[in-house]
């Protein structure tokens, strides 16, 4: 049998629960395949289809593709969307342009085209969000309906592979018996997005500050959070609270700022001055601030044992400023009450700058990357949140995300490459040396980004980092997969080419100040650590997310049981 995989950050349920109980998909479970929303991506305009050309439309990580490669400990992040992704505010240069392109049904048949949802749910929900009368919405009910549909899944069987079982463990005790049988995938639950657990009274909520917020709003928003955060914190022991939560997401939470996400600039043909997906959604309320004081209160009792149990924080989507106060807290936390809390960053990519302020410092646009082998843009690590994660015991999930990784260089080649290959004659040798071209640029983006992340910790503190790096595709989470390796029954291939290029010597890069820079081979061996790449690749893939589980996944780590058991 093919080596395990785990995944730390992958949405195995985002489509399947998208689509739960529409008469179109009665027979559809979890491990079902997903197609494209083909009629609602063929009623798009040339324009807008060109726009979501690379975002993944089809299921990339269904259970049947798990079974298929393999990945048997798939660690899944929950995400009730935010309303923002449906609302869409155009931004200037673009506004005009964007409500043109968008007119009649364009808006709907965009919705379902990129999440994958029926049609006449999307269209539920823009109605929702239009309303006149400014209504607000609660998160945390769909939260709720998310976690639920994912354990009544594990009721149902696999049509392709009836023999495998599907459970949805709340410790590592259960992790570790069920991965025994070699015929079980093993879920768990995280979130993604503080928004999950609060009730925003408005629509327009999301779009002030916290400072501007009217009494009301700050006293619905604050009793919600802390109401639904200490409820799934303490009911049934805290069985079904998230191991952890991405604190921040793509818009304005009102707990922490943001960091920018949406690019600067897409391929639309339309020339250089093309609108990007920045232009298309807001994501400026909230944009690279710090913590809010609500946000303060909420870290504080996702953290505390004493109250429930604990639920670990996920750093990716933090502004810098975010970044900056949350690792100061867990320094505190770790040097003045002995209490060690890892920090997750699950699904991850690096910049190269080697402080959080030298990144805060660079505006995030199209000419940041421009010429680039690495994007370095604020939304990746630097250095600095590096060797923070490696001082708590953290932990790194890799992104596979070609919207994320790359820098405007790479991406160039990238699309050089991709036009030869619509030209080659299939089968040809041609179209054959091409395609390894591709494939070897995906890997030396991959293996440059986890090689950058080892020197960074050797060479700041003398150590072997090889155990806080993982897999985190955010697979099935609407990105732009890795075009080469799309879904994840692709990751055993993944795998293999993986070994065959550190094997083969060929080139890899760091970077110094947001330039990259290649790595010597003497270097590049000497930070193996005496490990072959199948030995890196096995801890990378599997054995590094068992470790985090099994020493921070337990009752013994996330409670304090003789303090619940002495107050009661």
Not at 186 to 200: A, C, D, N
Not at 338 to 367: C, F, M, V
Request: a neutral charge; glycine letters at 6%; hydrophobic letters at 40%.
């Amino acid at each position: 049998m093919s080596p395990i995989i785990s995944d730390l950050h992958v949405h195995s349920g985002f489509k399947a629960f998208g689509a739960a109980g529409h008469p179109d998909y009665e027979d559809f479970t979890i491990w079902d395949f997903f197609p494209p929303q083909e009629a609602a991506i063929r009623q798009l305009n040339l324009i807008l289809r060109a726009a979501i050309k690379e975002t993944a439309k089809a299921s990339q990580a269904n259970l049947d593709a798990c079974v298929k490669a393999n990945l048997r400990m798939p660690i899944f992040s929950i995400y009730p969307i935010e309303r923002q992704m449906f609302e869409l505010d155009p931004q200037e240069p673009f506004r005009r342009l964007f409500k043109l392109l968008l007119q009649g049904r364009q808006h709907s048949f965009l919705g379902s085209a990129i999440t994958g949802y029926p049609l006449d749910r999307v269209e539920a929900i823009l109605k929702q969000v239009a309303n006149v009368h400014d209504e607000g919405y609660d998160y945390f009910a769909a939260y709720r309906e998310e976690v639920a549909y994912l354990f009544e899944q594990t009721r149902t069987r696999s049509k392709i592979f009836p023999d495998y079982r599907f459970r949805m463990a709340t410790d590592y005790t259960q992790v570790q018996e069920w991965l025994t049988n070699e015929k079980t995938i093993v879920g768990l639950v995280t979130v993604e997005g503080g928004h999950s657990f609060g009730h925003y009274l408005k629509r327009s909520t999301n779009k002030k500050e916290w400072e501007d917020l009217d009494t009301l709003e700050q006293k619905v928003l604050r009793s919600s959070m802390l109401r639904n955060i200490s409820t799934v914190k303490a009911e049934a022991g805290g069985q079904r609270a998230p191991f952890f939560v991405t604190f921040c997401h793509h818009f304005n939470n009102l707990l922490a700022g943001h960091a920018r996400s949406f690019s600067d600039k897409s391929s639309l043909g339309l020339g250089i001055q093309s609108p990007g997906s920045r232009h298309l959604f807001n994501q400026e309320p909230g944009l690279n601030r710090g913590f809010t004081p609500l946000g303060r209160e909420v870290l504080e009792l996702f953290l505390n044992r004493y109250q429930g149990r604990r639920v670990l924080i996920d750093t990716k989507h933090m502004s810098v400023a975010t970044r900056q106060e949350f690792y100061r807290i867990i320094r505190r936390k770790r040097q003045e009450e002995n209490d060690p809390i890892p920090i997750i960053h699950s699904h991850a990519a690096i910049n190269g700058w080697q402080t959080l302020e030298q990144a805060r410092d660079k505006e995030d646009t199209a000419a940041l990357d421009q010429g680039h082998f690495f994007s370095r843009w604020q939304i990746n690590l630097t250095d600095e949140d590096i060797l923070e994660m490696y001082d708590s015991d953290g932990i790194i999930g890799v992104v596979l995300h070609e919207g994320r990784m790359p820098g405007e260089g790479l991406q160039r080649e990238v699309r050089q490459i991709r036009k030869k290959l619509q030209k080659a004659r299939q089968g040809s040798t041609l179209q054959q040396v091409l395609e390894r071209q591709l494939n070897d640029l995906y890997l030396k983006l991959i293996w440059s980004t986890i090689f950058h992340i080892i020197k960074v910790v050797h060479d700041g503190r003398a150590a072997n980092g090889w155990k806080m790096i993982a897999l985190g595709s955010d697979y099935d989470g609407v990105v732009e997969p890795i075009n080469s390796f799309p879904e994840v029954d692709s990751f055993q291939a993944l795998r293999t080419e993986l070994i065959t290029y550190l094997q083969n010597g060929k080139e890899l890069y760091y970077a110094y100040n947001g330039e990259a820079h290649p790595l010597p081979a003497a270097e590049v061996r000497a930070l193996q650590f005496g490990q072959t790449p199948e030995e890196l690749l096995n801890g990378i893939l599997f054995g590094n997310n068992n470790r985090f589980l099994r020493k921070y996944f337990t009752a013994e780590y996330l409670t304090v049981k003789s303090v619940v058991s002495a107050t009661g």
